[in-house]
């Protein structure tokens, strides 16, 4: 018998334990958001939702229902998996969270005497059959009704590989047979496709899961996961995954994501602290966590169209954000900037450090493929740019020079709209460098404050603070003076 609780408990591993000893919890699962290139950005696994990985966050989850033994668990995920988002199998002993797939609990129960064998590959065979009807009627629904009835199978196959490998990498005859007798298709052809898919999808799982590939390796699975994963949803995070891993040996891949991906240096610090003593890192403020977001999803973008044939629009992109050059010398701003920001100093220390590492020849993973070093190098050295402009800009707003003496009268405006200008060359528009502030600011402020920053939050919460104060009036009078200058030109 199962049960729907109202929400989600704080310490959700022990309330599970709590339930029973053949509790199950049936819950939804979203994607992890954990951008390439940091940590904890591991290789999902195909069939699994990670949310029992270490730092695996918990707010990913959504509980559906608790169930009690096998049987009635399995039943009930056949029912209610959808496709779309990821129904995770849950318990938990001694307080600790383990994941199951659906094909393990088929192939415990049928190894048990006690089951009824006729019953479950009958449920079996309705949630196959409904995820070939489901493929065939979203295929119609998208025009693609020429590929005949041949795409619903070949889903349902895939489907049935991602969920149910444990017990077998296609369907058997006891679950396959029956399906295509109730949609009328009971013959040696769509048999064949059925069998034929689930090993493909199989063998291309089973070489996803190795440990190193080249990055031909990994654009050619690539492509061979996204034809599927539009339709079987499970795929879904491998293909993005795989995409990241292009990227990370991508060189303008990298410049592009060094561009766009905000300033996360002190939500990192606070992870890695975290990882001895868990559960006291604060989340992500939502201004970052947005910005992080459309980085991720704009490298891709790229990364996509680069190893698609769109060459075209993946120079676009490069176009459109170029990698700062590398500044040889800090600037006075970003100089002063750094002298009363501990997080921006630790931003340039960890950039050194990962510079110095690229060198380091125990860095196996780097010096043994070159393409991943070439790449991570053309990180470092855009995003050196990118955290000089960053910090220049700052600086800018907090610590406000003098005007040059004896400048030419003319060229007082030019010299004032300096910090605007950097301001935008560093975060794009003045709006989006407020939001980052804003950002900063709220995760600064969250509580408990972290043991390790607990001297330096006050005077960088200060320091965020005097330039947003800046920023704000550059922002109100760039509207003002658009306003005149509109005004003007009508008249």
């Not at 330039?467 to 509109?486: C, G, K, P, V, Y």
């Amino acid at each position: 018998m199962s049960q729907q609780p109202a929400s989600l408990p704080d310490d959700f591993p022990t309330w599970l334990a709590e339930q029973g000893q053949d509790a199950y919890a049936l819950a939804w699962v979203r994607e992890e958001d954990v951008p390439p290139g940091l940590e904890g950005a591991g290789m999902p696994m195909v069939g699994e939702s990670g949310i029992t990985r270490t730092g695996a966050d918990p707010s990913r989850i959504r509980l559906q229902e608790i169930t009690h033994g096998r049987a009635e668990t399995l039943r009930r995920w056949l029912q209610t998996e959808d496709g779309t988002t990821h129904l995770a199998i849950l318990t938990a002993q001694a307080g600790v969270l383990r994941e199951h797939t659906p094909g393990e609990l088929a192939a415990d129960l049928l190894r048990d005497p006690a089951t009824d064998e006729a019953r479950l590959t009958g449920q079996l065979a309705d949630w196959f059959s409904r995820k070939n009807a489901r493929a065939h009627w979203f295929s119609r629904e998208n025009t693609r009704a020429q590929q005949g009835l041949e795409l619903g199978w070949i889903t349902a196959a895939a489907a049935w590989t991602c969920h149910m490998r444990a017990l077998t990498s296609y369907p058997p005859p006891s679950v396959l047979n029956p399906s295509l007798e109730r949609s009328g298709e009971l013959g040696e052809p769509t048999a064949d496709l059925v069998v034929s898919t689930g090993l493909r999808t199989a063998d291309l799982i089973d070489r996803l899961e190795r440990p190193y590939r080249t990055r031909t390796e990994l654009i050619e699975d690539w492509h061979a996961v996204e034809s599927l994963a539009a339709d079987v949803p499970a795929l879904g995070p491998m293909a993005n995954w795989l995409l990241d891993q292009i990227a990370l040996r991508d060189a303008p891949a990298q410049q592009l994501r060094a561009v766009l991906e905000p300033d996360l240096t002190d939500y990192l610090r606070d992870r890695r602290a975290d990882s001895a003593l868990p559960g006291t890192a604060p989340s992500l403020d939502a201004s970052r966590a947005a910005h992080l977001a459309q980085a991720r999803q704009t490298v891709r973008t790229y990364t996509a169209a680069a190893h698609s044939g769109r060459e075209q629009e993946a120079q676009n992109l490069l176009d459109t954000f170029p990698a700062p050059a590398r500044a040889l010398t800090a600037s006075g701003p970003a100089a002063a900037w750094r002298r009363h920001s501990a997080t921006a100093q630790d931003a340039v220390d960890t950039l050194t450090a990962q510079r110095a590492a690229t060198t380091f020849e125990a860095n196996n993973d780097l010096f043994a493929d070159p393409e991943l070093l070439h790449a991570h190098t053309s990180y470092l050295t855009a995003r050196e740019g990118q955290l000089h402009l960053m910090h220049d800009a700052l600086g800018r707003l907090a610590f406000p020079g003098p005007s040059p003496r004896d400048l030419p009268k003319e060229l007082a405006p030019v010299a004032a709209a300096q910090t605007q200008r950097r301001v935008i060359e560093a975060y794009g528009t003045v709006e989006r460098a407020a939001q980052a502030l804003n950002g900063q600011i709220s995760y600064q402020l969250q509580q408990p404050v972290p043991a390790h920053r607990r001297a330096t939050t006050s005077t960088e919460n200060d320091l965020l603070t005097r330039a947003r104060s800046a920023l704000t009036h550059i922002a109100a009078a760039d509207t003002s003076f658009a306003e005149e200058h509109i005004r003007a030109r009508l008249q």
